[in-house]
């Protein structure tokens, strides 16, 4: 499987919550960090999804919102925080690289103005937020 | 608290509902505007959500869609409607910000062929259409 | 009704399914290709979606997620699977379009990177993913 999402973490399901239409699950990506998915019930039913079973988490680097600063909480399930180790402005869009701590990496697509406003430079702090419900999980043929 | 989100509106809670994964919130921007988000149950309560309580309401530009011409209906729940105060090309992308009636503005990311379909230019009447699962909520700490 | 979607696929409603907060609305798009969009409960009431309805499915092109090779599934629940008719590379971003057998065609925006990671070329082989979280159904006025 290759597919254009940037950011593309293998990890085991932790946790299926099935609701009404959606489904929450939880994948541990076995680094300490771990993310949450919200996919259709149909899909969790589908891929066989349980406990223990390798998926492909892929997330968009345009799906990806960089925040810094301390004590805000967000409603994103998802707070991927570490060092920036690149950061490339374009002609509108800059592309932003989280080194995590467990050693995975996190791509974001952000605009150049984002980039300046929030003083992103190789070194710095960032946390990437990235709601439940954009990540699609994959599991390998 | 600063992200990349280019937009970022502060208002209230006026109502959370519950579902069996999902809450829908919907926020007062106090300047007779309204959004209504999609978010975990789990995070309505982790950030305690109730309301009345004070939130940023963050939206991605590249998450925006925009609209013009009558009498169409969309499901998105959000519907953002002003004149364009800005428009500008870039390479493949190009950046449109609306201002809205009660003083706020919102920012999208379009590609230049839809800027160039629509005929957007400063002063034109258009509808930036935005899903409720593409608003994260946040707290300031 | 225009709008800067660079998909907008014309169906009819082939069922709701509601949940609690949310609603799935499956749509047949004529031509053998079908899709599915996860909207808000409300909004299917306020549509009046059921069996039949003509819609408009509204996609942007920065919501697909392109992958190739075989035997891979995931959590996606629409994959429009054709060969590429035209990738051009911008600055950062490119731009991909998929002929589907149907006729439809579907427009990614994916990075310049991942057109070369996966070999994209004219001819090609491959399948754009869509969330159905990221579909918005409108109906023409």
Redo the contacts between chains.
């Keep these: 499987?290759?597919?254009?999402?940037?950011n593309q973490f293998k990890g085991s399901v932790e946790a299926v919550?099935?609701?009404?239409?959606?489904?929450?699950v939880k994948v541990d990506l076995g680094s300490g960090d771990h993310l949450?998915?919200?996919?259709?019930n149909?899909?969790?039913r589908?891929?066989e999804l349980a406990p223990g079973k390798p998926v492909v988490a892929?997330i968009?680097?345009?799906?990806v919102?960089?925040?810094?600063?301390?004590?805000?909480?967000?409603?994103?399930?998802n707070r991927l925080c570490g060092k920036v180790v690149a950061c490339t402005e374009?002609?509108?869009?800059?592309?932003v690289i989280i080194g995590l701590p467990g050693g995975n990496q996190l791509t974001?697509?952000?605009?150049n103005?984002?980039?300046r406003?929030?003083g992103l430079a190789v070194g710095g702090e960032v946390c990437g937020?990235v709601?439940?419900?954009?990540i699609?999980?994959?599991?390998?043929?």
Tied chains: 1, 2, 3.
Excluded: F, W, Y
């Design positions: 499987m290759k597919t254009s999402a940037r919550n099935l609701g009404a239409v959606n489904a929450e949450v998915a919200i996919i259709t149909e899909s969790a589908n891929l892929l968009k680097a345009s799906s919102i960089l925040m810094t600063g301390e004590g805000a909480m967000t409603s994103a399930r374009g002609a509108v869009n800059g592309e974001s697509i952000i605009t103005e984002s980039i406003k929030l937020l709601k439940a419900s954009s699609i999980l994959a599991i390998e043929g």
